[in-house]
């Protein structure tokens, strides 16, 4: 019987590396490629080209236009470190939403209109019922058992998972999550902690939304399932604390997140449509790898927008690192880096506008920026911008290439936030510690 399952693994790697050449040795897949995985491959990659959107500074302008609306008036460099106790405060346009209302928990699907950048149109759960988790238990990755969130995610229908209570839940291997799902954890402290991460794969339509993810680890794998009809083989798992791949449509939002085995949010395989937002990343080396290959041009449709983060305490690198695809990176406060913040390879498009570099004392890590494999010729052509960032402390960000191709409605020509505000607006990033019948 070993024997058996040792040869169907052999199989199974052999077949995915012709499906995915090139993958990084960090992200070779970890799964059988039966006829269930191939139909999912199939249907993401057909998601993941409608979803790609053929004119992306559109988005980036949209994305503009909003936070002007939300912030017009406000100039704030100093970032607020006391625990604020006042009245609700909009501090960006996503939050503005819906964090200052008092009828968050009965409206909480109100989140999926509240969406911008490259993932905005992500719906999640939103057509779908409540389900409730009141078991932190992860006991049976087979079988799981109803009330756990393993069992809410493989459910094949749109859900909105809530959360009874506070929870630490250790995760005995990767969690599976499947499409038009929301992950909820406003109104409980909800860890995912001291076990395996979460996986987007081959799915669409999905948000994260207020979780502390940190002390992630690779799991060994076996039998898992990641459907109510379906359970396959998965050999062992990165450790990331989020994995989206081939994915798209997904929207990760006020989660915290540390000291994961491998990357803390890893985006690849063709991944596009995806926005990070209103999050807080500390204690990490790798933080974001967008694209996991030098050789693995289907990354060329990745779209992904980081706003309103935070990267704080002992990061090193990768905020994040990217491969390929067009990246807006948009008023968000790095106060620290070891090494570097923003890098690249393999030509992706990166706009830089509005945000805060705040260079460590390390003379030799003053650059925010960072280029690998390639020439100073070769680089040069690749588009890195930077828009209106505040440049602290001695950081300088090397920008290179050709403007992008703007085709932008009239509307929508208006400068990003100021970086001058870059600390308001991500005053509150990272999970909420939501209380029900008062604003976030």
């Not at 993941?48 to 302008?61: F, G, I, R, W």
């Not at 081959?202 to 690779?218: D, E």
């Not at 460590?360 to 588009?383: C, F, G, I, S």
Request: hydrophobic letters at 35%; aromatic letters at 10%.
């Amino acid at each position: 019987m070993e024997g058996k399952r040792l040869f169907v693994l052999i199989l199974a790697s052999c077949c995915l590396a012709a499906l995915f050449p090139g993958l990084g040795q960090a992200h070779q897949p970890n799964f059988e490629l039966d006829d269930y995985w191939k139909q999912k491959a199939e249907e993401a990659e057909k998601a993941a080209l409608e979803a790609y959107h053929h004119a992306p500074d559109n988005v980036t302008d949209s994305f503009n236009y909003h936070v002007h609306m939300a912030l017009e008036g406000t100039n704030m460099t100093r970032r607020q470190l006391r625990k604020y106790v006042g009245k609700c405060m909009v501090t960006n346009p996503i939050d503005g939403c819906w964090r200052c209302k008092k009828n968050w928990a009965t409206r909480r699907k109100r989140l999926a209109k509240c969406g911008l950048g490259f993932g905005g149109t992500t719906k999640g759960g939103a057509k779908g019922k409540y389900y409730v988790v009141y078991d932190p238990s992860d006991k049976d990755v087979l079988n799981p058992k109803p009330g756990t969130l393993r069992h809410a995610v493989i459910q094949k229908e749109p859900l909105w998972i809530i959360f009874a209570g506070s929870m630490i839940i250790t995760l005995q291997q990767e969690l599976l999550i499947n499409s038009d799902k929301t992950i909820d954890g406003r109104g409980a402290n909800v860890r995912i902690a001291y076990g395996a991460g979460l996986t987007i794969q081959f799915v669409r339509n999905v948000i994260i939304h207020g979780l502390h993810i940190h002390n992630t680890f690779p799991k060994n794998g076996g039998l898992i399932r990641d459907s109510t009809d379906h359970y396959g083989i998965r050999t062992q798992s990165d450790g990331d604390g989020i994995t989206v791949f081939g994915s798209s449509s997904v929207w990760i939002d006020h989660v915290s997140m540390r000291e994961c085995a491998d990357g803390l949010i890893d985006v690849v395989a063709g991944s596009t449509a995806v926005t990070i937002s209103n999050s807080h990343f500390t204690k990490h080396n790798d933080v974001m790898l967008f694209g996991a290959s030098d050789v693995t041009s289907s990354d060329k449709i990745m779209q992904v927008t980081v706003a309103f983060n935070h990267f704080g305490k002992g990061l090193v690198q990768r905020m994040p690192r990217c491969r390929w695809g067009y990246f807006h990176v948009v008023n968000n406060d790095y106060t620290h880096w070891l090494m570097y913040a923003i890098g690249g390879s393999s030509s992706p498009t990166i706009i830089s506008q509005g945000n805060r570099f705040i260079a460590p004392p390390n003379l030799a890590a003053k650059e925010v920026t960072k280029r690998d494999y390639a020439t100073p010729a070769q680089w040069r052509q690749w588009t890195w911008k930077s828009e209106g960032d505040l440049l602290m402390n001695g950081a300088f960000f090397v920008s290179s290439g050709p403007p992008p191709k703007v085709t932008p409605r009239k509307r929508y020509l208006i400068k990003p936030g100021s970086a001058t505000a870059v600390g308001m607006m991500t005053r509150f990033a990272g999970a909420l510690g939501c209380k029900t019948g008062r604003p976030c």
